[in-house]
T-cell receptor, first 116, second 114 residues
């Protein structure tokens, strides 16, 4: 079974600065997906960024980028130029590519606070 | 497209009562699932379905039932509510198989059992 670990329950960053959220995972599969989801106070789960394990290149979406280290099973999220709207819970998640095993395995989340 | 819809948004039950949380999607997704979210524990899978007529248990299935009679709907039934089922419940859906990875989440239902 896969596990996902987020070791930082809370993080804070000054507005306009950069912050990195950590995530490690454990799996015996060689190909899979990794995601970061954002959950603002509205409770809605919003997909921030995704990474396919077989792709060497780190994914980037505007101010959000990942550092994917497959051998180390590490998948950190970097938020550049932090904005007040980035304040939320962030969840790292794993998904198998096997048919019938599309479930997401989540970490316990990191609460990000933006300091004006 | 409405995406994934859930009703109700909030619910208060007394211990022992039963109820059904509704979930519907209009994206023709094969895969649907229910998660519960508790403080400090992330989201955990309750039940899931890979298509109409096919359901299976997730990580925390006890006390919950599901059925999938249509592609669109995937209701979650609480048979006899217990305070331990106080949580926020999310329904999610996605296409099945490789290359179609994104799961779409509903807005959630906050359930309190007293």
């Amino acid at each position: 079974a896969q596990t996902v670990t987020q070791s930082q329950p809370e993080m804070s960053v000054q507005e306009a600065e950069t912050v990195t959220l950590s995530c490690t995972y454990d799996t015996s599969e060689s190909d899979y997906y990794l995601f970061w989801y954002k959950q603002p106070p509205s409770r809605q789960m919003i997909l921030v960024i995704r990474q396919e394990a077989y792709k060497q290149q780190n994914a980037t979406e505007n101010r959000f980028s990942v550092n994917f280290q497959k051998a180390a099973k590490s998948f950190s999220l970097k938020i550049s130029d932090s904005q007040l709207g980035d304040a939320a819970m962030y969840f790292c998640a794993y998904r198998s590519k096997n048919f019938g095993n599309e479930k997401l395995t989540f970490g316990t989340g990191t609460r990000l606070t933006i300091i004006p | 497209n409405a995406g994934v819809t859930q009703t109700p948004k909030f619910q208060v039950l007394k211990t022992g009562q039963s109820m059904t949380l509704q979930c519907a999607q209009d994206m023709n997704h094969e895969y649907m699932s229910w998660y519960r979210q508790d403080p400090g524990m992330g989201l955990r899978l309750i039940h899931y379905s890979v298509g109409a007529g096919i359901t299976d248990q997730g990580e925390v299935p006890n006390g919950y039932n599901v059925s999938r009679s249509t592609t669109e709907d995937f209701p979650l039934r609480l048979l006899s509510a217990a305070p331990s089922q106080t949580s926020v419940y999310f329904c999610a859906s996605s296409y099945s198989g490789q290359g179609r990875y994104e799961q779409y989440f509903g807005p959630g239902t906050r359930l309190t059992v007293t």
